[in-house]
């Protein structure tokens, strides 16, 4: 047929859901999480496939306070991410980073 109609995506799709904490996107919390954080960013390794997923203090930038947070959370019983974090939901907090590539959200 023809144009096609003007329905396409829109500029404001809804933001995926996700996991704080859950940098690997394997729907599971263990050391990889939080080493994967740093790794990224300064050994040039994998990116977080949700960057919200890995701003663990929610604090709208990826700091190297994020992968301690979560070391600290999962290994020496400090605080837990910020939410949403227990199940799959959406960022509370405004910001720049992306949820580019979300795993599947169980
Ligand atoms: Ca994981
Ligand atoms: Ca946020």
């Known amino acids: 047929m023809g144009k096609s109609s003007g329905s396409g ?11 704080r904490g ?16 740093p790794g990224h960013f300064f050994l040039g390794g994998e990116p977080p496939r949700c ?3 890995a701003d663990v ?3 709208g930038a990826m700091e190297i306070g994020d992968p301690l ?9 400090g605080p837990a ?4 974090f227990a199940s799959c939901g959406f960022d509370a907090s405004e910001d720049g980073l992306d ?6 959200c169980r």
Do not use: K, Q, Y
Request: glycine share 8%.
């Open 51 to 53: 960057l919200d997923a």
């Open 9 to 19: 995506p829109s500029a404001l799709s809804p933001p995926p859901p996700f996991r």
């Open 57 to 59: 203090g929610d604090s």
């Open 69 to 77: 947070h979560l070391l600290a959370f999962l290994f020496l019983g």
């Open 22 to 37: 859950d940098a690997t996107g394997d729907d599971g919390f263990d050391l990889s999480d939080p080493v994967s954080i």
């Open 81 to 84: 991410p910020a939410l949403p």
């Open 99 to 104: 949820c580019a590539n979300p795993p599947e």
